[in-house]
């Protein structure tokens, strides 16, 4: 069986490499990927993720049995719509059940109906009233681009003031243009945060083990948010019952409301979630596989992962089993600069062998063809699973020291916060 994974990134990169390991599967092409991609015997298709006619075509001359879509951008484009009707399968949300992540006023008003816990809320498109509720709610409260902003459209602020700038840049100035025409403003809410994921078709789902995201760029969660600097899984400080109290009163719900709908999920579901003194509650949806939450967690799937997507694409139970001890711990290395301007061109360590896996994300292979380079914000993360969170960060934090660092960067403490429970 031949399989196709459209994106570019680590993400990608773990889902191309897992699917792989199948049997069954021949072979797995990734459009557009990245040459660090090549290592692990993947096959890159230079199609980019917008071009979906492109991509149709090359799934049927190429005889694919079916897509695995990364990138929200793509789904938000309606890319499972289009491969539907051309007669094709992919994995993932069509357009409509996506709007759980590219509209926020759409996840709030779906989590409202149907009593999902999230915060409090209140949308906008006109400024002057935005205003008013910033200064009757009174900070901290948080200002959310209503639409996809790359990881950028949200502002926790801890003033009125600041609150009332952030309204102001997305309402009136444009900052995120149509994205930020309304906002979501809502209540700041206060505990722990952690990423569950599912696989979902429509009424049936199956849980992964719960990760952990370090969404600031440097230690101690100081400095500007970024796509996500490193994770572990599960997280052992946080207990099943709270798992299952998200499982009834978040995943649940939220699936059955976009059946009622007519928007049935079909794909994997991201929940956000934060552990409040009320129970679980939601930050975000997201209509896709996270990074680099998927780095870890697929590393921990011991059953045929094409074998599981594919049963659950044609509604069938998936024989799906994962590591039932251990921890999954990994690193992001990004480019001196990120998540803000940053160079490219820089050489890379040798990819590691053995039991410390890297998975490539900005890397290209410079002109002579032999060195790979650095080529994006993100740029390769080094994955392990140990017995302890403290043993995984000592193999990791063993081997980055050996690296050479010229204008790269990562943290030094992912997987710290388990040590502090
Ligand atoms: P998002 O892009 O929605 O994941 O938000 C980025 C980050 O902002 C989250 O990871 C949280 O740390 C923070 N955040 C978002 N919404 C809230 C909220 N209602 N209360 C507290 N923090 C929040
Ligand atoms: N890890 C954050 C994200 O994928 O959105």
Avoid: C
């Avoid at 779906?110 to 209140?122: D, N």
């Avoid at 945060?193 to 083990?209: G, T």
């Avoid at 552990?275 to 679980?280: H, K, Q, V």
């Avoid at 301007?341 to 002109?367: M, S």
């Amino acid at each position: 069986m031949k399989l196709l994974v459209v994106g570019s990134g680590g993400r990608e990169h773990a889902i191309a490499k897992k699917l792989l390991e199948s049997p069954q599967v021949e072979q797995v092409f990734v459009a557009p990927g990245n040459d660090g991609m090549t290592f692990d015997g993947l096959k890159l298709v230079p199609i980019g993720i917008s071009e979906h006619a492109a991509l149709i075509d090359f799934v049927k001359e190429n005889d694919i049995a079916w897509t695995f879509i990364g990138p929200d951008d793509a789904l938000a484009a309606g890319i499972v719509d289009d491969f539907e009707a051309a007669g094709l399968k992919a994995f993932g949300p069509t357009r409509l059940a996506a709007e759980l992540e590219w509209s926020k006023d759409f996840a709030k008003s779906i989590m409202k109906k149907y009593g999902v816990p999230t915060a409090r809320y209140e949308t906008f498109s006109d400024f002057e009233a935005a205003k008013a509720y910033i200064e009757k709610e009174g900070a901290p409260i948080v200002v959310k681009a209503d639409g996809l902003a790359l990881g950028k459209g949200v502002v926790v602020a801890e003033t009125v003031e600041e609150a009332i700038e952030a309204a102001h840049e997305m309402l009136l100035d444009n900052k995120f243009g149509d994205s930020g025409a309304r906002v979501v403003i809502e209540e700041f809410l206060e505990g722990e945060e952690f990423s569950l994921f599912a696989f979902v078709n429509s009424d049936k789902f199956y849980i992964m083990p719960i990760a952990q995201d370090h969404k600031r760029a440097y230690d101690g969660d100081k400095g500007p948010n970024t796509g996500g600097m490193g994770a572990y899984a599960p997280v052992p400080h946080l207990p099943a019952s709270v798992v299952e109290t998200a499982v009834d009163t978040i995943v649940k719900p939220v699936l059955e409301g976009m059946i009622k709908e007519g928007r049935p999920y079909i794909g994997v579901l991201y929940a956000g979630l934060i552990l409040t003194a009320d129970g679980p509650k939601v930050i975000e949806f997201n209509a896709r596989f996270g990074d680099p939450e998927t780095q870890v967690i697929l590393s921990r799937l011991t059953s045929d992962f094409a074998q599981n997507i594919a049963d659950i694409l044609e509604g069938k139970e998936p024989d799906m089993t994962w590591a039932n001890s251990g921890v999954t711990l990994g690193v992001v290395v990004a480019s001196e600069g990120y998540p803000l301007d940053y160079e490219k061109g820089v050489v890379l360590p040798e990819k590691t062998d053995g039991d410390i896996i890297t998975y490539y994300a900005g890397a290209k292979f410079g002109e002579n063809g032999k060195a790979l380079l650095s080529n994006g914000g993100r740029v390769y993360m080094l994955v392990t699973t140990s017995d302890s969170v403290s043993a995984a960060q000592e193999k990791i934090y063993t081997q980055l020291d050996k690296q050479d660092k010229t204008g790269l960067f990562y943290r030094t403490d992912i997987g710290s916060k388990a040590l502090e429970k």
